[in-house]
């Protein structure tokens, strides 16, 4: 929230609507977050209904003693410019967009290192037989490296849901207009005063200057009151009107944990991750990518008495760019998309590493075997017993995802221009799908990389029914031969024999016709009734799988070489660019 207040007035000072001295004063202090009691600011938050209120009036206090210890003139008044025609809901629901900005690229290089290992893994088991499980039960053949290949297509769906998502910024005032950054027209004429904006929404003005409020004679024409610093407003946007820095490797606004402009920084801990200004090969870059049909992505009109002209608009995307966040075309306090997606894509990347985590938990059992964690249970443990402890916290994260999620898209019914309720309720859900879904990607992550495969205990599995898998193949083959009828019958008759009996299907089916058996020959016969020769498809769909993923890297680290050819940065005898 400090740093939505920061960028706020860096944002008025970039299109002159603040005085640069206030702006780099209230950054200052806005930065050395140490000094605010977060646990007094919560307390307090409780009578305003948000944690902002108590903030902006720390904040401003604070601003107050840093221009006294300054010795600045009472004239200066910085702490007028904080908080300047915002809403609390533009604070909170930016910092929202904040945090989600710098913790989904964790939760994308985590998906990438999942998806890498399941890679392996598919590519190492291709061809091993295993036994396909359907309604618990045994039912054909199958391959784990098309198990591995289900997983990684899983995650790689999550991981392209997530990287879409857009993250705006929110600005828009009382009521979603902006109203207080009209133009100069509103001025009232007198020195400026001391201003007070620590709970309000509305910038204060000082009304001690004279004032004819006589009714026999026109009132005096407003004067002109130009703007402290900056372009006066209405005139063709410039970069630096906008905010925007052009220099390629130096901040705007120090953020903890921004990348620098343009620069691959974030790119290099996740694929396409938030902030790096690269194309996301066909999902669309997190936060910052091409605007999605959901209200909130920026257009560009440029020209005079074009929206971009308006100072409102000016300010929003001076606001989105010094936070590293995408520019909404609109403010969104009761359009809220933004969050309804956000929380959606995580409750789904919760789901596709459930869906990891239950396989796991299934194929590790005792009587199962044919997987194991790298490492398990724990100093309580008993020494036979490995624990399956991180698909079991997977799982749980993602059980709880769902009705987190659920939540977020009941607030999508908001009411009027700004709700009461809608916005607040999401506060908690999406902290903890946030949470959730980042630990389940880390656990994925160390799961595995670390995930042992038994290839033996998945073939004397496949021996369990006694050849009973393959029965669907020896009927096919015998039914040139008899008939569709009586090769069912038969295969009926000898699973029957082969389970009471235990012993092999093809032996049982030698008991039950001789002749039938006979027209088969014993060589074909156990070609058939081997598991291994009758897992169909299931290597070309790992293929499949697998290129995709390849196409998928390799679109990514195409980006990533763009990135670092951007930000080379211009030849040494280049001229110093416009600040």
């Known amino acids: 929230m400090l740093d939505a207040e920061a960028a706020l007035v860096q944002a008025q000072a970039a299109v002159g609507l603040a005085p640069e001295a206030a702006a780099d004063a209230i ?8 000094r605010f009691d977060v646990r007094d600011v919560a307390l307090r938050a409780g009578s305003a209904g948000n944690p902002v209120t108590p903030l902006v009036a720390d904040l401003t206090a ?25 809403t609390s809901q ?44 359907t309604l618990t039960q045994h039912a054909a053949p199958t391959t784990f490296g098309l198990k591995a290949a289900g997983w990684l297509s899983s995650v790689r769906a999550a991981r ?71 372009p006066v407003p209405g005139e063709r946007d410039s970069e630096a009107a906008l905010g925007v820095d052009p220099a390629p490797d130096e901040p705007i606004y120090d953020l903890p944990g921004a990348a620098p402009n343009n620069s691959g920084e974030a790119a290099t801990e996740s694929r396409g991750g938030i902030g790096s200004g690269a194309p996301e090969a066909d999902r ?55 969050v309804a997606d956000l929380g959606s894509a995580l409750a789904f990347t919760a789901g596709a590493l459930g869906k990891v985590a239950a396989d796991v938990l299934v194929l590790s059992r005792t009587e199962i075997g044919e997987v194991a964690e790298a490492r ?73 990389h670390g995930l042992r495969v038994f290839p033996d205990r998945m073939r004397d599995n496949l021996a369990l029914t006694h050849g009973v898998l393959t029965a669907e193949r020896l009927a096919t083959a015998l039914t040139p031969a008899v008939g569709r009828a009586r090769a069912r019958e038969l295969l009926g008759a000898a699973e029957r024999l082969a389970a009471g009996a235990g012993i092999p299907l093809a ?16 060589e074909r016969m156990r070609a058939l009734t081997d598991p291994a020769g009758y897992t169909g498809s299931a290597p070309a ?28 940065g211009p030849p040494a005898d280049a001229p110093e660019p416009p600040r």
């Open 90 to 133: 533009d604070i909170v629901d930016t910092a929202m967009m904040l945090v989600a900005a710098r913790t989904v690229p964790r939760i994308l290089a985590d998906l990438d290192r999942t998806a890498d290992a399941l890679a392996a893994l598919a590519t190492a088991h291709r061809s091993t037989p295993a036994a396909g499980r």
């Open 284 to 338: 669309g870059a997190p936060g910052t990518g091409t605007p999605a049909d959901t209200g909130t992505g920026a257009a560009t009109h440029e020209g005079p008495g074009s929206p971009d002209s308006d100072t409102g608009v000016r300010l929003l995307a001076a606001y989105a760019g010094r936070l590293r966040l995408a520019e909404p075309t609109l403010p969104w306090h009761t359009l809220r998309t933004p």
């Open 376 to 448: 398990g249970g724990g100093p309580a443990a008993p020494p036979h017993r490995r624990n399956p402890v991180r698909a079991t916290r997977i799982a749980a994260a993602a059980r709880q995802a769902p009705a987190l999620a659920s939540v977020l898209l009941g607030a999508l019914v908001a009411e009027d221009e700004r709700p009461a309720g809608p916005w607040h309720a999401e506060w908690q859900p999406l902290r903890e799908l946030l949470r959730l879904t980042g630990g389940a990607a880390h656990d994925a992550a160390e799961l595995t």
């Open 62 to 86: 604070a601003v107050d003693e840093e221009d006294t210890r300054a010795g600045r003139s009472a004239d200066a008044d910085t702490a007028q410019y904080v908080h300047r025609g915002a």
């Open 160 to 230: 392209t849901r997530l990287a879409a998502v857009r993250l705006p910024a929110q600005l828009g005032g009382e009521a979603g207009t902006l109203a207080a950054f009209a133009p100069d027209d509103i001025a009232v004429d007198g020195a400026p005063g001391r201003t007070s904006t620590a709970a309000s929404c509305e910038p204060v003005y000082d009304l001690t200057g004279p004032l004819d409020t006589t009714l026999d004679s026109p009132p005096e024409p407003l004067p002109d009151y130009p703007p402290a610093t900056g």
């Open 27 to 34: 950054t200052a202090v806005a930065a050395a977050a140490g």
């Open 507 to 522: 032996q049982a089916l030698t008991e039950t016709d001789p002749a039938v058996a006979e027209l088969i020959g014993p």
């Open 541 to 568: 769909f790992v293929d499949r799988a697998l290129a995709e993923h390849k196409a998928d890297g390799d679109a990514a680290a195409e980006a990533d070489t763009a990135i670092d050819t951007a930000t080379d």
